[in-house]
DNA sequence: TCTTTTGAACTGACTGGTCAGTGCAAAAAC
DNA sequence: GTTTTTGCACTGACCAGTCAGTTCAAAAGA
């Protein structure tokens, strides 16, 4: 069991499953289809998991695991290098924007799902998300433990608020200007950040 | 036709249908439990919308035309009163929070849709969409011609990380912490748009 | 070396249930 | 008397999940 046969066909049930959910939503999407785009047999895609649920969960846990480590790694790789702990951030939004780049439609399909309620998934999805946004946050709370960052701001806030800005912005890059590099991207984002578009001044 | 009664009904069919949309998703939402929900026949339904699908769209056009028109109203009383371009931006993303903190469930339902394709009603979604951005990236413009912003911004993708700052933040607000003020979140995000926490040196 | 057996992996027709949408006569509201 | 709503039976398409049967590579046996 676990050959490497069954895991080849496992990640293109992923492959196929991510396309399709992202672009219709998970109750719209069959399994027939699924099946045909993975270019497997139905009965394939119940071999391998016990449901059309669980096989979306694991598609979930997949990809956010993926984000997660790559935003991890990031903000080691700046420190370990003597970076800041505000620099760390930074590095963590263009990572944010590469995962978005590579997976823009498991990004897609993660956002339509994350705020919903009475889903079958969403306990799932809470822990994932839960583990993803402590990695921004605890960055957040180096940077105010090191003096960098002053100790009035909300982190959970602030990291939600950063996650929705690459968020949105890459999906609206990748929609609207695909032409744009990741660096002009990431210029107009950390533009943003440093106030040059609200003005310092101000109670 | 379209008397008082019926637009009346027509309302809380957008109520029922909206809640459960956000909850659940538009195609594991069904007709009868709309219909029920409204406290009305499912004959009903169809007796005031051609189908499903034109309910919904008619659904998003109605509350699209409200957050347009919300923004549009905030950015003009600030201008109105003499204030700068870059105070009417600060005012339209507090008209933004308002806006998801008064339809939660719409804001919800919203996003899930806003980047699938090969849905139906994906035309009228952009055209929405880019009406509703319009807005601020017109103000924006504003404020460069004005000289209260660098010309190096980028005008779509500000607007585009601005949308997502707010909303994504707004979500985690009344998701997790709903005890809190507008006026506590909206001076979070504001922070964030000094560069209080970015920092400002950089090349 | 050649043959047989084994079992994991896969197949696809089939089933039971669900749901969008219809039709319509009668009642209620205006 | 016209518009709107009700109640409810009905249809036809669609779809998640099942299961008896097939494939085939590799291990066991000769």
């Known amino acids: 069991m676990n050959s490497a046969r069954r895991q080849a066909t496992r990640q293109r049930l992923f492959q196929a499953a991510v396309t399709l959910i992202a672009e219709q939503g998970f109750s719209a999407t069959t399994v027939d289809e699924i099946a045909e785009r993975a270019?497997?047999?139905?009965?394939t895609v119940y071999y391998n998991f016990a449901s059309k649920n669980e096989l979306?969960?694991?598609?979930?846990?997949?990809?956010?695991g993926l984000l997660t480590a790559s935003l991890r790694e990031a903000g080691a790789d700046v420190t370990a290098r003597g970076g800041s702990h505000v620099d760390a951030i930074d590095a963590m939004v263009r990572a944010g924007l590469a995962f978005i780049a590579e997976y823009p439609s498991f990004t897609q399909l993660y956002v339509a799902e994350l705020w919903r309620t009475n889903r079958a998934w969403q306990d799932t999805l809470m822990v994932l998300r839960k583990e993803a946004v402590a990695v921004v946050e605890q960055t957040l709370r180096d940077a105010v433990a090191a003096g960098e960052l002053s100790e009035e701001i909300d982190v959970p806030l602030t990291a939600a608020a950063l996650f929705g800005m690459v968020l949105v912005a890459a999906l609206d890059w990748?929609?609207?200007q695909p032409e744009r590099s990741i660096d002009d991207v990431h210029a107009a984002l950390s533009r943003l950040l440093q106030g040059r578009v609200a003005g310092h001044a101000r109670a």
Chains 1, 2 share one sequence.
């Open 39 to 43: 270019g497997v047999a139905k009965g």
């Open 56 to 64: 979306f969960e694991e598609l979930l846990r997949h990809g956010v």
């Open 174 to 176: 990748l929609s609207f």
